[in-house]
T-cell receptor, first 115, second 116 residues
Framework: AQTVTQSQPEMSVQEAETVTLSCTYDTSESNYYLFWYKQPPSRQMILVIRQEAYKQQNATENRFSVNFQKAAKSFSLKISDSQLGDTAMYFCAFMRGTSGSRLTFGEGTQLTVNP | DAGITQSPRHKVTETGTPVTLRCHQTENHRYMYWYRQDPGHGLRLIHYSYGVKDTDKGEVSDGYSVSRSKTEDFLLTLESATSSQTSVYFC???????????????FGPGTRLTVL
């Protein structure tokens, strides 16, 4: 079974600064995907970024990037130039590389961006 | 945005009553999922479906049943609701894809259920 751990229940950052959210996972699979989802107060789950395990290059999406360390089973999210709209709960999630696989989520990190 | 709706969006019920939550999609995606979200646990899978009338259990399936008679609808039923089933319930959909895109899941807006 896979497990995902987010060790930071809450974090805060000043507007325009950079923040990094941590995530570790445990799996015996070789083919898998990792995701970061954002959940603002509206409760909607929004995909922020995705990483394929077979890719060595770290994924980036505008101000969001990941540091994927496969051997260490670490998958952190870096948010640059933080904006007030980034305030949300962030979830790290794991998915096996098989069609229709379920997502296994971490406990979440509540990020607050302060003006 | 993926066309996923959930109904009702909010519900308050009493212990022992049956409750059915509905997930409806307009994307014709093959896979559908029900998750529950509780503080300190993230989202956990209850049941999922890989086609019409094809369903399977997730990690927290006790006390829940599901049905999928049409591609577009996936129903979650609490036969006799308990206070421990107070939660936010999310439906998700996905469609298998070849190549590097992976099987991204798209989520509905969620249903807040309170069992008194």
């Amino acid at each position: 079974a896979q497990t995902v751990t987010q060790s930071q229940p809450e974090m805060s950052v000043q507007e325009a600064e950079t923040v990094t959210l941590s995530c570790t996972y445990d799996t015996s699979e070789s083919n898998y995907y990792l995701f970061w989802y954002k959940q603002p107060p509206s409760r909607q789950m929004i995909l922020v970024i995705r990483q394929e395990a077979y890719k060595q290059q770290n994924a980036t999406e505008n101000r969001f990037s990941v540091n994927f360390q496969k051997a260490a089973k670490s998958f952190s999210l870096k948010i640059s130039d933080s904006q007030l709209g980034d305030t949300a709960m962030y979830f790290c999630a794991f998915m096996r590389g098989t069609s229709g696989s379920r997502l296994t989520f971490g406990e979440g990190t509540q990020l607050t961006v302060n003006p | 945005d993926a066309g996923i709706t959930q109904s009702p969006r909010h519900k308050v019920t009493e212990t022992g009553t049956p409750v059915t939550l509905r997930c409806h999609q307009t994307e014709n995606h093959r896979y559908m999922y029900w998750y529950r979200q509780d503080p300190g646990h993230g989202l956990r899978l209850i049941h999922y479906s890989y086609g019409v009338k094809d369903t399977d259990k997730g990690e927290v399936s006790d006390g829940y049943s599901v049905s999928r008679s049409k591609t577009e609808d996936f129903l979650l039923t609490l036969e006799s609701a308990t206070s421990s089933q107070t939660s936010v319930y999310f439906c998700a959909i996905s469609e298998p894809k070849q190549g590097a895109l992976g099987n991204e899941q798209f989520f509905g807006p969620g249903t807040r259920l309170t069992v008194l």
